[in-house]
C-alpha cells in the first residue's frame, strides 16, 4: 500500500558528507503518512534507529549521529532526507527508509529496500 523510494549513499571518505533522500508513494490515497525516518543494519547486527520524525513532531536521533546528521521531512510530498556530515567507518551500513503509515484505526510500518552507506578511512 506504501512504497518506500530510496536514493542516494555511497561510498566517501571518513569526514565526507552523503544525502540520502526517500518518498513514499501510496498506492493507497486514503492511507496517511503520519512518520518517516531512517534505520540502519551492519550485516550481522541488529537493525538500529538512526532518526525519524512524526508529522508536526521534533525529530529524534541516536545519541551516536546526533549533531552530525539531520533528517528533514515534507509532509506535503511525502519524502524524507537524511543529511550525513563528518561521517565515521562506524558509519557504514545499509540505511533503509522507513514510514509509518495507516488509517485512523491501523498503523503499519514500511520499509525500503535499503541503500548502502561505506565510509573509507
Known amino acids: 500500500q506504501v512504497q518506500l523510494v530510496e536514493s542516494g549513499g555511497g561510498l566517501v571518505q571518513a569526514g565526507g558528507s552523503l544525502r540520502l533522500s526517500c518518498i513514499a508513494v501510496?498506492?493507497?490515497?486514503?492511507?496517511?503518512?503520519?512518520?518517516m525516518g531512517w534505520y540502519r543494519q551492519v550485516p550481522g547486527q541488529q537493525r538500529e534507529l538512526v532518526a525519524e520524525?512524526?508529522?508536526?513532531?521534533?525529530?529524534n536521533y541516536a545519541d551516536s549521529v546526533k549533531g552530525r546528521f539531520t533528517i528533514s521531512s515534507v509532509s506535503a510530498r511525502n519524502t524524507v532526507s537524511l543529511q550525513m556530515n563528518s561521517l565515521k567507518p562506524e558509519d557504514s551500513a545499509i540505511y533503509y527508509c522507513?514510514?509509518?503509515?495507516?488509517?485512523?484505526?491501523?498503523?503499519?510500518?514500511?520499509w525500503g529496500k535499503g541503500t548502502l552507506v561505506t565510509v573509507s578511512l
Open positions: 522507513t514510514a509509518k503509515a495507516g488509517t485512523a484505526t491501523t498503523m503499519t510500518d514500511y
Open positions: 520524525v512524526s508529522r508536526g513532531g521534533e525529530p
Open positions: 501510496r498506492r493507497i490515497f486514503s492511507i496517511n503518512i503520519n512518520a
